[in-house]
């Protein structure tokens, strides 16, 4: 029901289709940018944690595993092949401030599309940051959108369980997060 509700909180496409995380199952893909996601999945952890704690299996958990994304380690959701993500309204709107508050309020005019992130130096490793001042602040605020989201989570587990078990998550992949930059080698 939430995505039917927040249809601008979604994870779009370049073409404005929303990005499932399974494709053909009925399963949303949120934006990274999205509040009212992140304040969804704070109900749903302590939901989780207040189910387990409540159990006679309590004493038997030491540690709680904060996850998201494609898989357990907060990857981002993945376009069709020859498409790249977040053109979500909220997304829109997020890289906008993100980048007039880094003070380059031209560059976050738009989200960079799928010839801004692999023109002409698709398959490149390293990319002029003055050429692709975009796709470079792009990159940034991703990265910043999952960090954030993931430790917020997982802070919010520890308020829940007030300092008394572990909480962690596996994380990493910076710049392959929610581009589709596999997708451009898929058929």
């Known amino acids: 029901d939430w995505a039917d509700e927040n249809p601008d909180e979604l994870c779009r ?14 399963k949303c893909s949120y934006s990274f940018a999205s509040r ?14 207040e189910h387990v704690e409540s159990s006679p299996y309590a004493n038997r958990v030491f540690g709680y595993r904060i996850n998201s994304g494609t898989t357990i380690e907060w990857l981002g959701w993945q376009p069709k092949a020859g498409r790249v993500t977040d053109f979500s309204p ?15 309020e031209e560059a976050g005019r738009e989200v960079p599309g799928y010839d801004s992130r692999f023109g002409d130096f698709a398959g490149q490793l390293l990319f002029d940051p003055y050429k692709h001042i975009r796709y470079a602040l792009w990159n940034d605020f991703l990265s910043r959108q999952d960090a954030e989201t993931l430790s917020e989570m997982c802070e919010h587990a520890k308020k829940v369980l007030k ?8 994380y990493g992949y910076t710049m392959t997060l929610h581009d589709g930059l596999g997708s451009q080698y898929r058929s």
């Not at 009212?36 to 749903?44: F, N, S, T």
């Open 36 to 49: 009212k996601a992140r304040e969804e999945m704070k109900k749903a952890i302590t939901a989780v944690i």
């Open 13 to 26: 496409d370049d073409q404005g289709e929303e990005v499932r995380s399974y494709p053909g199952k009925n």
């Open 90 to 104: 909220v997304a829109k709107r997020a890289f906008a401030e993100f980048c007039k508050e880094r003070g380059c």
């Open 163 to 170: 300092g008394r078990k572990v909480v962690g998550t596996y």
